[in-house]
């Protein structure tokens, strides 16, 4: 199968041949007939499968400009969870039209609003927004009574960060007769609830199996004691001399925390999460992508969006609170069938964690020891949580179950702050 056969365009294919895409990967080879035929579509696939440009080179081709460059309409919206992703999403779709006469435009927070609306004012055909921002356009005028085309990727994410008020907001502003299509990397009810409000009689398209990750991905587990996780993590980049490695913490205080550490150890490294700016995020992980740093720390805004070429490693030095979010963190690693190694350091209370996540994606995690960072046998699950537990049965004159212990710890853990 060959771009040429889905139905793409010439332009189109000039371009991307330049972007080194031979052949089309599944999800574009089920995706793009279905968009040219102006279907609804909900589609599932993993990170690093190429939907970008499954949902990108149909649209650009279903909206090419061929009349004079005054009076342009907005034609297409595509909603973003992130501002990283709308800025990665703008740069692959610029890239893709480069022979059209399209102009696109990214609205994302953070940036002079006013900058903006002189842009959408001398005429675009497509924006890449974050919900919040594109609500904020459309208050002050934004026009959006000719799309045709309406985009949500990674719907699962802009869900999980709180957005389905203003996704229900936008879908009534549309017009009646419009195509909407639904990308999402995980499969929950929130999203299917999302889709049955959106889409009209959509086509189901799935890369598959749903909540997995790419097969090209190694995954593997470490077992190691709460305060040596800095020291290993810093072990297995020095050791093993990763060139280039993004490594997950749950939240923004323990991202400073480990740079601190790993910059202790002699590795050079950059940080992102919610406290730094949009210009140092986009500037550290510009730096990170030239090479300046091998080690990128981050918090789950970094899971969506980053699209970094070749990233061969990721470390999950803490577990994610949602199982969901495992997938988008070692899907930054694999992409487009490049091999990949996603590492989780596991302590003694990432026990049921990982559990989770393993059935979540349908299979085991190996788990091995590090020679030199052997977990204490004697360290046993004895902390604030369990004797809070104990405490609220007491209060009750109950006693406590296993099952009972899962939950609530697991409750516990979860609520902590993210970044």
Known sequence: MSFEKLGV??????????????????????????????????ATAQTGTGKTAAFGLPMLQRLRNTSADENRLLRGIILSPTRELALQIHEDLTHFAKNMKLNIAVLVGGKDIEYQQRILKEGVDIVIATPGRLIEHYEKGLDLSNVEIFVLDEADRMLDMGFVKEIRKTHPLLPKRHQTLLFSATYSDKVRKLSKLILNKPQFVESSKKNSTVDTINQIAYMV???????????????????????????????????????????????????????????????FKEGDFKVLVATDIASRGLDI?????????ELPGIPEDYVHRVGRTGRAGRKGEAISLLDIYDKYDIKDIERLIGQKILKEVVEGFEPDPNIRRKDVEDVKIKSEHKKEGKKPTKKHYKKTTNKHRRVTKRG
Do not use: W
């Not at 997950?248 to 150890?265: G, H, I, P, R, Y």
């Open 225 to 287: 004691d709460t305060d040596r996780k800095a020291a290993l993590c810093a072990y297995l980049i020095g050791s093993r001399n990763f060139r280039q490695v993004l490594v997950f913490t749950k939240t923004k205080k323990s991202a400073d925390e480990l740079v601190q550490e790993l910059k202790k150890d002699g590795l050079k490294c950059g940080v992102i999460h919610g406290d730094k700016t949009q210009a140092n995020r986009t500037k550290t992980l510009s730096q």
């Open 9 to 42: 365009m010439k332009p189109l294919l000039s371009a991307i041949k330049e972007l080194d895409y031979e052949y089309p990967t599944t999800i574009q080879i089920r995706a793009i007939p279905l968009v040219l035929a102006k279907q609804d579509v909900f």
């Open 309 to 317: 070429e070749h990233l061969p490693y990721v470390i999950n030095y």
